[in-house]
């Protein structure tokens, strides 16, 4: 058994032993989920130390073939595009089961079910067979439905069906590209992804755009962008603050690693449809920005910052450039790190004073230091402050975009802007002022809040100040993926 599939067999591996443990053992419940986890993420960790950066090709390939008539098998590998959303994946799972501390119902569910969520995650990013991947990106839908509805807030049993509804309508539009690219395969030739890539090659070119934007709303409504959105916001208001860390994360990140996969399987109907791309992009921006400014509610305010900040990866991924592409990939991790760190850090607050309200809060930084700190860096790395992940992501965003559309890039100016006004607003809010008297006497971060938190936050500063490593195991795939969708468009 390769190491792939040993990864992908170690939550499966927890959710058995659990469903051994009587539901009355609480705490031995939570060691199994968290020590399952962490497992998880050492294996991750060891792919990143044995990857070869310099090859941008599939790596640690594994192939077992289920039926040979029909050609279906169970291929995985990683490439620079999907390692860093693996190890995201494993990292945010074990921060998420950290401030699960305070479940207190129906615990051996919940559990099962977050394991169950991180199967399908890992699923997605190590899958090379679109079948495969189909499987992965549906396994997601059943335990997030169930986290939101059994775990959430008031109106959990809405956003919960919305959740479900929007992305299953997204998938049967992304099932009717996949079918379409199969009429163009050979007898039993399978669905692996190389081969789909050449199949897709040799489509008509109107055909090839249908296609196209069969998968731009199938992954569109995952990512999410402008307007496929609505579910979004409520999902993220009402779901517990761990699967609200996992939902921003990561599952939104598998959207945009599907368009990014998508985009080098068709790229001349991709340069046909650019001015959309670019367009929906731009307005996702400075939509989710504007209202994420408006929000009193902390957990929405985050909920449009991540339209937002989904918009900057698809204006990356429009680019079909290599810095825009390099872009995508350093987005996608900087806003797993920074949304995870912010919904965590929202979380545990509203733990200690039930209230998501940011005008009943002022001067928390005299009451919780600690967490006046941390969440202070998170914001800073939200509005793209240098020092920090995200100012090296949207340098690339801005210099990629400019080598592709010019002074267009204002607007990608203006998005930041006003993603620096509501990151200002927040602390001026959150920290400033007289302390209220309700506020006086919370909490600052335990020691276990302080390592899920901290760990983060440390991952914000380092690769904001030291990139080189984030972006050295992308280099050479995205050089690859930028040389063949170059060489189709010629």
Known sequence: MGILS????????????????????????????????????????????????????????????FNPKLNTALALGVDGLSLPMVVLAALLTVIALLASFNIARNIKSYYVSILLLELGMLGVFLSQDWSLFYIFWELTLAPLFLLIDRWGGTRRHIASLNFVLYTMGG????????????????????????AMTVAAQSMPRDEQIWVLIGFLIGFGVKMPIFPLHGWLPLAHVEAPSPVSILLSGILLKMGAYGMIRVIVMLPEATQMLQTLLITLALIGMIYGGVL?????????MVAYSSVSHMGIILLDIATMNKTGLIGAVLQMTAHGLVAGAMFLLVGLLYERTHTRNILDYSSLVRVMPRFALFMTITLFAAMGLPGTVGFIAELHAIVGGFQQ????????GVSIMIGTAYAMRTIGMLFTGPVKPQMRNIEDLKLYELIAAGFLVVLIVMFGLWPAPLIDLSMATMNQMNGTIIQSIQ
């Open 6 to 65: 040993t990864l992908l067999l170690t939550p499966v591996l927890g959710i058995l032993i659990l469903a051994l443990i009587p539901s009355k053992n609480t705490n031995q419940i939570r060691f199994t989920a968290n020590l399952t986890a962490l497992l998880a993420f050492l294996l991750s960790f060891w792919l990143v130390l044995n990857y070869d950066r310099s090859d941008g090709q599939i790596q640690f390939y594994e192939y077992f073939v």
């Open 171 to 194: 998938s049967i539009f992304m099932l009717i590209s996949l079918l379409a690219i199969s009429q163009y395969m050979p007898p039993h030739g399978g669905t692996l992804m190389s």
């Open 292 to 300: 994420a400014w408006r929000q009193t509610d902390m957990k929405a």
């Open 405 to 412: 559309w010019g002074n267009l890039m204002i607007l990608l």
